[in-house]
């Protein structure tokens, strides 16, 4: 039996697995793009689910090369006491974004998600309304509304942020899969 490839088609698949949940509209177009069908958008899933709970499985970051390949680039990053590397991969469904992956000394990914590419143009985030799904990531997020404050994800690949409206001053929570915006909730 000869066991289908993994590679980064369906590794965005996975991507947009998870993403249904809160825009099932986008994820169906970007399906379409990928010219896949459900069917092998949830065997991807499947597929991925299977391979990180391998319990003899690669590591985070040897299932990351081997799907993904070597990285685009490799930066050293210093936050607070914190060193790391940050491995990037090319997104070909978001060509403006890579998929950062954040690997300790010793190799323990630490965190794992979109990012604005290198010299790539974010959005302008200065109102609520500037919120679009798929167009910011958390960082953006967090910058264009400071202070915002880190809040626990429903799920291993999502986070949150608390931010605050500057017009109104009015509450809300932005809501991300994969470090992608995702929607925007009234607390």
């Not at 990928?34 to 597929?47: F, G, K, V």
């Not at 985030?125 to 958390?138: E, F, H, N, Q, Y």
């Amino acid at each position: 039996m000869t066991v289908a490839p993994f590679g980064p088609l369906e590794f965005q698949l996975v991507l947009l697995r998870r993403m249904a949940d809160h825009q099932p509209g986008l994820v169906e177009d970007a399906r379409h793009e990928l010219s896949a069908s459900l069917a092998e958008m949830r065997e991807a899933n499947r597929r991925w689910q299977a391979m990180v709970r391998a319990p003899r499985g690669r590591g985070s970051l040897r299932r990351y090369r081997s799907v993904l390949g070597e990285p685009e680039s490799s930066v050293h990053r210093r936050i607070g006491d914190l060193e790391c590397d940050a491995l990037l991969w090319p997104v070909p469904l978001w060509p403006d974004l890579r998929f950062e992956v954040m690997v300790a000394p010793g190799g323990a990914v630490w965190n794992e998600w979109l990012v604005r590419a290198p010299g790539a143009a974010g959005p302008e985030l200065r109102a609520i309304g500037d919120l679009v799904p798929w167009s910011c990531t958390v960082d953006e997020v967090a910058r264009a509304f400071a202070p915002a404050r880190p809040m626990e994800g429903t799920a291993p690949t999502r986070w949150a942020l608390a931010i605050t409206d500057p017009g109104t001053g009015a509450p809300y929570v932005a809501e991300f899969t994969w470090g992608l915006f995702q929607r925007l909730l009234a607390p």
